[in-house]
Structures are given as C-alpha cells and as structure tokens.
C-alpha cells in the first residue's frame, strides 16, 4: 500500500550542483551540495517505519529497514516531509550506499567530511 504513495524506495538523483531526494506524495528535498558538511552511514531500525519520517533530530527519506546515508548539512534546509519542514540532517536508503556517498565525496572534492557509521 505505501508504493502507491511513493514510499517503496526514494528516487535520488545527484548533478554537479544538488542531490534531490523524492519519495512520491510523502516528500521531496533538493539538498546543494555545498550545504552538506559530512556523510556518513547510520542503520535505519525495522520498527522506525518506512516511507518519509521525523524522528531523532533528523529528516529520513527511506523505503526499507537496513543502512541509510546520512547527510548534516552547514545550515538548516526546507524539505517537504509532507508538509513544509526544516531539518539540518537528512538520511536517506538507497540500494547502494557507499556508491553515493563516494560520488557525493568526489563531487564536493575533499570539501565534505566523511563520518563513521551512527546509530
């Protein structure tokens, strides 16, 4: 039932400037990549829910339990979760972590600060 809302897996794409992050009717958030400070990894628990949620000091875009890509950002940043939200954190599941966040280290050029895993 959640696919139909969009919540079965968060579209992500990255360009040079942004990574935009949409999970259907649930949420959306355009992220410049020059406002993101670290990325690291955190484990997305079962019993956290799916689809777009608020909990723990930040904004998670995620369609299934497992790990997550995290974002802290250099400022606060409107993201729609689904109504309008300011968050200074972002996760986000994706198929493959280590690959976005590899791409999002090259792009920012040594610029963003890579975390250990969290929660």
Same mark, same amino acid.
């Given at each position: 039932?959640?696919?139909?809302?969009?919540?079965?897996?968060?579209?992500?794409? +990255?360009?040079?400037?942004?990574?935009?992050? &949409?999970?259907? !009717?649930?949420?959306?958030? @355009?992220? *410049? #990549?020059?406002?993101? =400070?670290?990325?690291?990894?955190?484990?997305?628990?079962?019993?956290?829910?799916?689809?777009?949620?608020?909990?723990?000091? +930040?904004?998670?875009?995620?369609?299934?339990? &497992?790990?997550? !890509?995290?974002?802290?950002? @250099?400022? *606060? #940043?409107?993201?729609? =979760?689904?109504?309008?939200?300011?968050?200074?954190?972002?996760?986000?599941?994706?198929?493959?972590?280590?690959?976005?966040?590899?791409?999002?280290?090259?792009?920012?050029? &040594?610029?963003?600060?890579?975390?250990?895993? @969290?929660?």
């Amino acid at each position: 039932m959640l696919g139909v809302f969009g919540a079965a897996r968060a579209q992500v794409e +990255l360009d040079e400037s942004r990574l935009r992050i &949409g999970m259907g !009717v649930l949420g959306a958030a @355009t992220v *410049p #990549l020059e406002r993101i =400070a670290a990325v690291g990894t955190m484990r997305w628990p079962w019993w956290g829910g799916l689809g777009v949620r608020i909990a723990r000091g +930040l904004t998670a875009f995620v369609g299934s339990s &497992g790990t997550a !890509v995290v974002l802290d950002l @250099t400022e *606060p #940043l409107r993201v729609r =979760a689904p109504l309008p939200w300011r968050t200074q954190k972002i996760a986000v599941s994706v198929e493959d972590p280590d690959a976005l966040i590899e791409a999002i280290v090259d792009l920012r050029e &040594g610029q963003v600060r890579r975390m250990g895993a @969290t929660g």
